[in-house]
């Protein structure tokens, strides 16, 4: 490696590479058990395949400008990176406190347990790691609450077409998921439903903006603890200090 060139953090780029293997592998194996039985394809239709598809396609793309610029800015595109965070972790959200909690009404009868190898990896380990890598590299200070209101789209657009579908299939799965099955639980229930979710899903968002914020604040008071004149008015030793957005 050129001495003048930026060495790759290693725990960052480890995190983001189970992350996208976990990501892949989850996708490869629901994909290929819906495509060896009968009837349609549908794996694409759930919500949980399409997140940690996104998800896996960003922090791919963070994986390679890293290793192609290892002093870029790791804060890459930060509102894309809360944007599939937070789909990531609504898919663990739902998943683990609604369809495969036996308390919960939604909960589902599976012919399996909920938790096989591809579901764990993608409704446990890849909402985990996001979740994780967010907390550890940022971004810091890029967001604003209204990140929260427009991360929004992509849920609600996402009822929009269960909707829709449900309504116009005649064969295979109407509804990927009962809090949207109107054929069960009429239209009025189901408004009702996506109603409570969307405002859960807002609520999560500011959470995510909140914590990005918090950890900015931290931060940035490092810096500043770090600054401060030694005693008797003299500089304070020189140290390295963590500075917000910049790589572990």
């Not at 058990?33 to 396609?57: A, K, R």
């Not at 791919?60 to 789909?87: C, E, I, N, Q």
Request: proline letters at 9%.
């Amino acid at each position: 490696m050129p001495a003048d060139r930026t060495p790759v953090p290693v725990t960052r780029t480890a995190l983001r590479t189970a992350l996208c293997l976990a990501g892949a592998a989850g996708i490869a194996g629901t994909a290929s058990q819906d495509i060896g039985e009968p009837g349609p394809v549908e794996f694409w239709v759930y919500f949980t395949v399409q997140s940690n598809l996104l998800l896996t396609g960003y922090f791919a793309v963070l994986l390679v400008r890293s290793l192609r610029r290892p002093d870029a800015d790791p804060a890459f595109l930060p509102a894309v990176k809360g944007a599939v965070t937070l789909y990531i972790l609504i898919t663990g959200t739902v998943f683990n406190l609604l369809l495969a909690n036996p308390a919960s009404p939604f909960y589902t009868v599976q012919r399996e347990s909920h938790y096989t190898w591809d579901s764990v990896l993608m409704h446990v380990v890849t909402p985990l790691a996001a979740l994780l890598d967010w907390l550890l590299f940022g971004p810091r200070g890029a967001l604003r609450w209204r990140h929260a209101l427009v991360w929004l789209a992509y849920p609600l657009a996402y009822l929009a077409f269960a909707l829709v579908r449900g309504a116009v299939v005649t064969t295979g799965m109407r509804y990927p998921y009962p809090f949207v099955d109107v054929a069960k639980a009429g239209y009025a229930m189901v408004s009702v439903n996506c109603t409570v979710l969307a405002v859960a899903f807002y609520l999560l968002g500011t959470g995510l903006v909140a914590a990005d914020r918090a950890l900015t604040r931290r931060g940035s008071g490092a810096v500043a603890a770090a600054s401060v004149p030694g005693p008797a008015g003299e500089p304070a030793e020189p140290e390295t200090a963590p500075v917000p957005g910049a790589p572990l």
